[in-house]
């Protein structure tokens, strides 16, 4: 379901991609350009030598955190071209199922229902294997926004981040969060963009605004346990490591983050 969006708010979406084409074509002409390896989603891994990472194969993959560039933004990857996209009341009557780890758009007022609903049956998964399908099911949730546009801005910004024009991507990340105001990984996304910026305020701002719309959103916590870390709170980016791992028990990176933050915080305390 497309979300209903204000013409300002159009128009603002219309002038970013003109920006982000003519960015494109600047990028390309300048393919030696830098390059960096690390994507939006991977804010998390190695950027503090792996402190609350997760591990990869919980990472979102380029083709699932957006369309596609070359592709019709309603034609899934691997798709018929050639098929008529889904309509939005084919995507209200999907049934969500986890253990196929294919998510449809529920509609905006059922989200946090259905969410809320995933969250739970994570924590009740009995292992690593039965939760995966899960947090695959989450995860594509958190890249659907509900509008081509804003996924098209997204993924655009990521693009950005991988070569290293960050300030480039944090005015797309921008302009999404004026259209999707009430969209947590944008504010995610935009704390990532701040972290490598080394703007560490701001990264933190944005993450408790993401935790304020999805408050289980665990790479959200996980990534506020990462900022903390960087300021030197040491002992509330334990305390947000243990929140991530207590909605997602899988996240052997932050469990093992946690090991280590216990015996420094701990035995400061002693």
Same mark, same amino acid.
């Given at each position: ?168 991507? #944090?005015? /797309? ?11 947590? $990984? =944008?504010? @995610?996304?935009?704390? %990532? !963009? ?29 990534? #506020?346990? /990462? ?11 334990? $305390? =947000?490591? @243990?929140?991530?791992? %207590? !909605? ?23």
């Amino acid at each position: 379901m497309v979300r209903t969006q204000h013409p300002a708010n159009l128009l603002l979406a219309a002038l970013t991609l003109a920006l982000i084409a003519w960015c494109g074509t600047r990028s390309e002409a300048a393919a030696q350009g830098p390059q960096s390896p690390m994507r939006v989603e991977q804010f998390d891994h190695a950027l503090t030598g792996g402190a609350g990472a997760e591990q990869p194969d919980d990472a979102i993959e380029p083709d699932e955190a957006g369309p596609d560039e070359n592709m019709p933004p309603d034609v899934k990857k691997g798709g018929d071209g050639s098929a008529p996209p889904q309509s939005a009341q084919e995507n209200k009557q999907d049934k969500i199922d986890p253990s196929i780890g294919e998510m449809p758009l529920p509609p905006p007022l059922e989200r946090p229902k259905v969410l809320a609903n995933l969250y739970e049956q994570l924590g009740a998964a009995k292992d690593a294997t039965a939760a995966q399908p899960i947090t695959e099911s989450i995860e594509t949730l958190w890249g659907q926004s509900g509008s081509d546009t804003v996924d098209l801005l997204m993924s655009r910004a990521e693009r950005f981040v991988k070569e290293s024009d960050l300030d480039l991507a #944090l005015k /797309i990340l921008d302009a999404t969060i004026d259209i999707v105001p009430d969209d947590a $990984e =944008a504010w @995610r996304q935009r704390a %990532a !963009v701040h972290y490598l910026q080394k703007d560490y305020e701001l990264a933190l701002a944005d993450l408790k605004h993401a935790l304020d719309l999805d408050p289980k959103h665990y790479k959200a916590i996980n990534d #506020l346990g /990462i900022v903390l870390e960087a300021m030197g709170s040491k002992k509330e980016a334990l $305390e =947000a490591y @243990r929140k991530a791992l %207590a !909605v997602n028990p899988f996240l052997d990176e932050t469990r093992r983050a946690i090991e280590e933050l216990s015996h420094e915080v701990e035995g400061q305390d002693i």
